[in-house]
C-alpha cells in the first residue's frame, strides 16, 4: 500500500443488505489502484448476514427501502430503482470477524482501528465507515485532501457525514471546511498521531453500549488536535433501523429518515461489488 493511502475499515453486524449497497457503492467511486478495503464483523449470527459475509452464493432478500417522495430530491432513489439481491463477498472483500460474541459498537470500532493502525503502520490515517451510506464519486480523494489541511489546527478526526442537523443558513451553499465539537460516524478520518497520543483509550476495554463518536471526539480534542467536518458531506446514510438504538424507527426524525442535510447527490452504485486488493 502507499504509504499516502488510508485504509478502509467497515464495521457491520447482521445488516448484509445495507452492506452490500455500501460496497457497491464503495465499488463504484474513484478508488486508488490496490486500496485496502476490509469489512470487519461484530460476531453477526443472523444466518442470511453469515452466508453473505463468508460465501460467494446469491442471498434472496427483499428491498428494504421506503418508497417515499421525499428521497427522490436527497438522490436516495438510486437505491429502489438500481437494487439487486446480493452475492456472497468471498473472494471479493476481505471480511475479519472480530469474535465470537458481540462487542458493541464502541469496542468493536476501537478493535477495528487498533487492528486497521497495526497492519498498515505506514498508513498516515485510517477511514472508519458504518455499514449504511452510500457516496459521491470523488469522496475519498475529497477526504484526504481535507484531512492534510492545516489552517484550523492539525485535523485528529475528519467527519465526511453528519446525521439530522441541518446546516446553519450561511453554510448551505459554501463549500469549506469547519470546525465541530461533535458529529456521527459514519464516515470517519483518524489521523495517526492522534491515535497515537491517546492509544491506551483506544486500546482500552469499555463499558459503553453506544456514544463511540462522541467518545472518539473527546479523545481526539483530548490528543491536542481538532475535530472538523467536510462541507457539503461525502456520502448520504441510507440505514432505516438502528442496532444501537432499535427503538429509534426511521420516522424518528421525520418523514425522510436520519439524513446528512450536507450532502449533496449524485451518489454511485455499481451493478456489483469490485474485488478489492487482499488484505496484507
Not at 439487486?84 to 476501537?110: D, F, I, M, Y
Amino acid at each position: 500500500m502507499r504509504a499516502d493511502l488510508a485504509p478502509i475499515g467497515l464495521l457491520t453486524r447482521n445488516r448484509h443488505v445495507y452492506l452490500d449497497a455500501t460496497l457497491r457503492s464503495l465499488s463504484a467511486t474513484g478508488l486508488p489502484a490496490k486500496q485496502p478495503v476490509i469489512v470487519f464483523d461484530d460476531a453477526s449470527d443472523e444466518q442470511a448476514t453469515v452466508a453473505y459475509l463468508y460465501g460467494s452464493s446469491l442471498i434472496p432478500a427483499g428491498d428494504p427501502w421506503p418508497r417515499v417522495p421525499a428521497w427522490g430530491p436527497l438522490g436516495l432513489d438510486i437505491l429502489w430503482k438500481q437494487y439487486r439481491s446480493p452475492h456472497g463477498l468471498l473472494g471479493k472483500v476481505a471480511v475479519e470477524r472480530l469474535g465470537g460474541t458481540p462487542l458493541g459498537v464502541v469496542n468493536a470500532s476501537c478493535q477495528m482501528i487498533c487492528r486497521l493502525f497495526k497492519r498498515y503502520p505506514d498508513a498516515p490515517g485510517v477511514i472508519l465507515l458504518q455499514d449504511d451510506v452510500i457516496f459521491n464519486h470523488d469522496w475519498y480523494m475529497q477526504m484526504l485532501i481535507n484531512a492534510g489541511r492545516t489552517e484550523m489546527g492539525p485535523i485528529g478526526l475528519l467527519s465526511g457525514c453528519r446525521l439530522n442537523k441541518p446546516l446553519k443558513t450561511e453554510y448551505a451553499k459554501m463549500s469549506l471546511l469547519r470546525l465541530t465539537h461533535s458529529t456521527t460516524a459514519q464516515c470517519l478520518y483518524l489521523a495517526r498521531e492522534a491515535y497515537e497520543r491517546e492509544k491506551e483509550w483506544f486500546s482500552s476495554e469499555h463499558n459503553l453500549r453506544s456514544g463511540f463518536d462522541n467518545h472518539l471526539c473527546t479523545t481526539v480534542r483530548r490528543s491536542g488536535h481538532v475535530v472538523c467536518m467536510t462541507n457539503p458531506a461525502v456520502c448520504q446514510h441510507t440505514g432505516l433501523l438502528s442496532l444501537v438504538r432499535p427503538k429509534l424507527g426511521w420516522h424518528a426524525r421525520g418523514k425522510r429518515g436520519r439524513i446528512s442535510y450536507e450532502a449533496r447527490p449524485p451518489y454511485v452504485l455499481a451493478d456489483r461489488i469490485k474485488t478489492f486488493a487482499p488484505c496484507e
